[in-house]
T-cell receptor
């Protein structure tokens, strides 16, 4: 089975940097995804990691350590529009299922 | 290119009624799935399909049926609605199939908000 843990809520200030952590346990790891979901909307894809290390995409970066079952999403130069929920999801190697954590609600204040 | 289309957007049912939530994608994706999202519970996988004619259960399959007669369509059926099925339902698809196409994110529909009274 799979188990994914994320903090429930975080707050940060506009212009700052925030790191959202995700730990997971899975019987067969085949990639980790981060999604952003604004209130009342569908999740949208942010990043993907399958090998250890850092993937950078503009203001967003995602890191993976497979040996530690750990990932984080780093958001730089925070903007008000970054207020959203951030969902960590792990793909199962054998079934191709994508299982989500409960998400981290980020509030950015001026 | 419409992506993933879900209908209806909103639905109210009485306990015991049945209905089908429609999902269609025009991206030739092999993998399709249904999730429900409840406050504090995150997205939970109901059923999924890795290709036409193949379906399998996710984390919370009870009370729901699916079929995949074509690559494009993946309807979700509630046979006898219960208040516990009040939720937001998302259909999602991707290119990936088991063992291949790792970098293949899910594309989500806009959701169906279902209330069962």
């Amino acid at each position: 089975g799979q188990n994914i843990d994320q903090p429930t809520e975080m707050t940060a200030t506009e212009g700052a940097i925030v790191q959202i952590n995700c730990t997971y346990q899975t019987s067969g790891f085949n990639g980790l995804f981060w999604y952003q979901q604004h209130a009342g909307e569908a999740p949208t894809f942010l990043s993907y990691n399958v090998l250890d290390g850092l993937e950078e995409k503009g203001r967003f970066s995602s890191f993976l350590s497979r040996s530690k079952g750990y990932s984080y999403l780093l958001l730089k130069e925070l903007q008000m529009k970054d207020s959203a929920s951030y969902l960590c999801a792990v793909r199962d190697r054998f079934s191709d299922k994508l299982i989500f954590g409960t998400g981290t609600r980020l509030q950015v204040f001026p | 290119n419409a992506g993933v289309t879900q209908t209806p957007k909103f639905q109210v049912l009485k306990t015991g009624q049945s209905m089908t939530l429609q999902c269609a994608q025009d991206m030739n994706h092999e993998y399709m799935s249904w999730y429900r999202q409840d406050p504090g519970m995150g997205l939970r996988l109901i059923h999924y399909s890795v290709g036409a004619g193949i379906t399998d259960q996710g984390e919370v399959p009870n009370g729901y049926n699916v079929s995949r007669s074509t690559t494009e369509d993946f309807p979700l059926r509630l046979l006898s609605a219960a208040p516990s099925q009040t939720s937001v339902y998302f259909c999602a698809s991707s290119y990936s199939k088991a063992g291949a196409g790792l970098n293949s994110p899910l594309h989500f529909g806009n959701g169906t908000r279902l209330t069962v009274t």
